[in-house]
C-alpha cells in the first residue's frame, strides 16, 4: 500500500546534527558569521543574500547555515561554493546596523519558526540602511489552496491535500505564508511601503530580483523599504 503524502517524520538523528552544527559554528567558528561591509563612505554597494541555497550572484555577499563540520572529516566532494557568511538565522545577526543597501531573502523565512521569522525581519530593518529595501520571496498557502479548490494547475499531486501538507509539514517547513501575514509581519518591524510584486520582474531596487525560475510556479514576491 501507497501512502500519502510520502515524506517521513522528522528524524531525531538529523535534528540533533543540526543543533550541533549551530552550536560548533556559533562557539567554535564565530568569525565566519561576521558580516564585512566595505569601508564608508563607498559607492559599491553591500548586497546580502539570506538563505542564499546555490542563488550565488557575483558582487552579493551570501549568508546561509553553518556547514556541516561533523560530516565534512568523511565527506569527499564538499560543495564547490560557499557562502560569504555562515550563521544561524535564528539568532541576531552579527552586522552593523544601516550598512546594507539591499536585503534579497528566498524561500527561507518559512524554515523559522514565527518568532525567529519576526526576529529575522527585525534584523534585516535593523541592518538596512535608512531608504534601501528588502525582497522576500516565500512559498504562497493561498496558491496551494486555489489548486485544492480547483483555481489553479500550478501543481501536479495524485491528491490535492498533498500540496498543503507539502507547504505545512515538509521540507523543515515552519511557518506558513501569504500577502495578509506577511505584510504585516514586515509592517510590525517598521517597514513601509510594504508590497506584493510580480515574480522576476516589477520592483523598486531593480538589483534585488534575484527569483529562481524553478520556483515561480509556488512563489509570493514581497518588498518593503526602511525609512530614510
Not at 549551530?22 to 548586497?47: A, C, D, M, N
Not at 513601509?192 to 534575484?210: E, N, S
Request: aromatic share 14%; with cysteine.
Amino acid at each position: 500500500m501507497e501512502i500519502y503524502p510520502e515524506y517521513s517524520k522528522p528524524q531525531l538523528k538529523t535534528q540533533l546534527i543540526f543543533e550541533i552544527n549551530s552550536w560548533i559554528g556559533r562557539k567554535f567558528f564565530y568569525k565566519s558569521s561576521i558580516f564585512s561591509p566595505p569601508p564608508q563612505p563607498t559607492e559599491v554597494p553591500f548586497l546580502i543574500d539570506l538563505g542564499v541555497g546555490s542563488n550565488f550572484i557575483e558582487g552579493w555577499t551570501h549568508v546561509d547555515f553553518f556547514r556541516n563540520r561533523i560530516r565534512k572529516f568523511w565527506k569527499k566532494n564538499p560543495p564547490k561554493k560557499l557562502p560569504e557568511v555562515e550563521t544561524d538565522l535564528r539568532f541576531p545577526l552579527n552586522c552593523p546596523s544601516n550598512v546594507a543597501s539591499g536585503v534579497y531573502s528566498g524561500h527561507t523565512l518559512e524554515h523559522l519558526y514565527p518568532e525567529h521569522a519576526y526576529q529575522l525581519l527585525g534584523e534585516i530593518f535593523r541592518i538596512l540602511k535608512p531608504g534601501c529595501w528588502l525582497r522576500i520571496n516565500v512559498p504562497d498557502i493561498k496558491l496551494c489552496i486555489e489548486y485544492y479548490n480547483e483555481k489553479n494547475s500550478n501543481f501536479s499531486y495524485k491528491f490535492k491535500v498533498e500540496a498543503i501538507g507539502n507547504y505545512t509539514q515538509n521540507w523543515g517547513h515552519h511557518s506558513v505564508w501569504d500577502s495578509e501575514i506577511l505584510s504585516y509581519a514586515l509592517e510590525s518591524q517598521e517597514f513601509i511601503k510594504v508590497k506584493q510584486v510580480q515574480f522576476g520582474k516589477t520592483g523598486q531596487d531593480v538589483r534585488l530580483i534575484k527569483e529562481e525560475d524553478m520556483r515561480k510556479y509556488e512563489t509570493l514576491v514581497m518588498e518593503a523599504q526602511k525609512p530614510k
